[in-house]
């Protein structure tokens, strides 16, 4: 169902769904140019949805924002303003009856990785999981030594240049971790086979750390 979250001064719209009997909710965070209507979000949320798993697929930018970033690259990278609507999207779903019960986790992409780790950082209590999936960690390097969800950093294996990100990344995080490999995949994870391996190891992970 299509939903509006008031954060901030503007208002950001998503498409949530929950299965019956819901353990928990994932909450997708991305940046520029992938969103709540991105293929690839879809795929992954429809897999965590087949293990029990509720999803928030949500646009961070408003569509004016997306527009002008699409020439001028402003918002991609404004990292405080992408976590602060992330902690808002956080917030929201400790307040909504629908999903107010539900343990969190969150699901980010290249700069949506860095807002999700920073809203795990400033939510310990709320976010219980994260998996990035060929995310940029380390644009939220203040914010790792404070993250304490279990983090699943996954990186295409030709993806050389985020791959040593990662790798520097995860050892600043304190927080029970894994960096995961996809061998032969790419940035977008286009390969054959390569996005199902993302949504398997998602789903696992969120599955074991959003039980009840």
């Given at each position: 169902?299509?939903?509006?979250?008031?954060?901030?001064?503007?208002?950001?719209?998503?498409?949530?769904?929950i299965?019956?009997?819901?353990?928990?909710?994932?909450?997708?965070?991305?940046?520029?140019?992938s969103?709540?209507?991105?293929?690839?979000?879809?795929?992954?949320?429809?897999?965590?949805?087949?293990?029990?798993?509720?999803?928030?697929?949500l646009d961070?930018?408003?569509?004016?924002e997306?527009?002008?970033?699409?020439?001028?690259?402003?918002?991609?990278?404004n990292?405080p303003?992408?976590?602060?609507?992330?902690?808002?999207?956080?917030?929201?779903?400790?307040?909504?009856?629908?999903?107010?019960?539900?343990?969190?986790?969150l699901?980010?992409?290249?700069?949506?990785?860095?807002?999700?780790l920073?809203?795990?950082?400033?939510r310990?209590?709320?976010?219980?999981?994260?998996?990035?999936?060929?995310?940029?960690?380390?644009?939220?390097?203040?914010?790792?030594?404070?993250?304490?969800?279990?983090?699943?950093?996954i990186?295409g294996?030709?993806?050389?240049?985020?791959l040593?990100?990662?790798?520097?990344?995860?050892?600043?995080l304190?927080?029970?971790?894994?960096?995961?490999?996809?061998?032969g995949?790419g940035?977008?994870?286009?390969?054959?086979?390569?996005?199902?391996?993302?949504?398997r190891?998602?789903a696992?992970?969120?599955?074991?750390?959003?039980?009840?």
């Open positions: 169902m299509a939903v509006e979250l008031p954060i901030g001064d503007v208002t950001l719209y998503a498409d949530l769904d299965p019956q009997g819901a353990t928990g909710i994932v909450a997708f965070a991305h940046g520029s140019g969103g709540r209507h991105s293929p690839r979000n879809q795929f992954v949320a429809r897999e965590l949805r087949d293990r029990g798993l509720a999803t928030l697929l961070l930018l408003t569509e004016d997306e527009a002008r970033d699409a020439y001028s690259g402003a918002w991609r990278f990292i303003l992408l976590t602060a609507r992330v902690v808002g999207t956080v917030d929201w779903l400790a307040r909504d009856e629908r999903t107010r019960a539900l343990p969190v986790g699901f980010g992409a290249s700069t949506g990785a860095a807002a999700a920073g809203a795990a950082a400033q310990p209590d709320r976010v219980r999981a994260v998996v990035s999936r060929g995310g940029r960690p380390d644009l939220a390097a203040s914010a790792l030594p404070d993250v304490r969800a279990p983090t699943l950093l990186v294996g030709d993806d050389t240049l985020v040593g990100l990662n790798e520097d990344a995860a050892k600043q304190t927080a029970p971790h894994e960096l995961r490999v996809v061998p995949a940035h977008l994870f286009e390969e054959p086979g390569a996005l199902e391996l993302v949504a190891y998602a696992d992970w969120f599955t074991e750390h959003l039980r009840g």
